[in-house]
């Protein structure tokens, strides 16, 4: 199975900071990378996918990038709404899995 | 607006069987470039996929679980069922059922199942 590697495991900002989120496979996989959001007690929320494709809906201060091995979730100016966790998930290849998460917490 | 929709026996005990059902609407899951499925989060920790079914019935399943998974889909009542078998304390996590579409764009909100005697 692909690994994902995450980091940081958990950072601390302040809003309007920028924040960036990195991802790393175990393996080359293309740009079948996805980013999800997740609140306390709430299922996932998808943000990013293809690596880069911002989903309908979601703000533009979320970016993705990468492929291959690397990828990057940026946050430009960090908003009060967007503590979470974020975590990376692959599907470029079964079992789909999923990176270790990062949360983000005020500074 | 698609929508999901988890269900199902929130304690159970070690060596049984855990059961849940996933009832969509707002959509057909007839439709054809989806695959419906399980995914869970142990408290406190991160996510595990545990497996997946076409509307045709075909089935793949994460190796880590697969002797103890059984997906199921009911197409006449538009959902689709998880079994896991020989349950542990270690299988005691929050369950949602997703679409993918490669990635999962639609989920439930979660239910927790607590395995404990």
């Known amino acids: 199975a692909i690994q994902l590697t995450q980091s940081p495991s958990s950072l601390s900002a302040s809003v309007g900071d920028r924040v960036t989120i990195t991802c790393r496979a175990s393996q080359g996989i293309s740009s079948a990378l996805a980013w999800y959001q997740q609140k306390p007690g709430k299922a996932p929320k998808l943000l990013i996918y293809?690596?880069?494709s911002l989903k309908s809906g979601v703000p533009s201060r979320f970016s993705g990038s990468g492929s291959g091995t690397d990828f990057t979730l940026t946050i430009s100016s960090l908003q009060p709404e967007d503590f979470a966790t974020y975590y990376c998930?692959?599907?470029?290849?079964?079992?789909?899995?999923f990176g270790g998460g990062t949360k983000v917490e005020i500074k | 607006q698609l929508q999901l929709q988890e269900s199902g026996s929130g304690l159970v005990k070690p060596s049984q069987t855990l059961s849940l059902t996933c009832a969509v609407s707002g959509g057909s899951i007839s439709s054809g470039g989806y695959s419906w499925n399980w995914i869970r989060q142990p408290p406190g920790k991160g996510l595990e996929w545990i497996g997946y079914i076409y509307h045709s019935g075909s089935t793949y399943y994460n190796p880590s679980l697969k002797s103890r998974v059984t997906i199921s889909v009911d197409r006449s009542k538009n959902q689709f069922s998880l079994k896991l078998s020989s349950v542990t304390a270690a299988d005691t996590a929050v369950y949602y059922c997703a679409r993918d579409q490669q990635y999962f764009d639609y989920w439930g909100q979660g239910t927790l199942v607590t395995v404990s005697s």
């Open positions: 293809d690596a880069s």
């Open positions: 998930q692959q599907f470029n290849s079964y079992p789909h899995t």
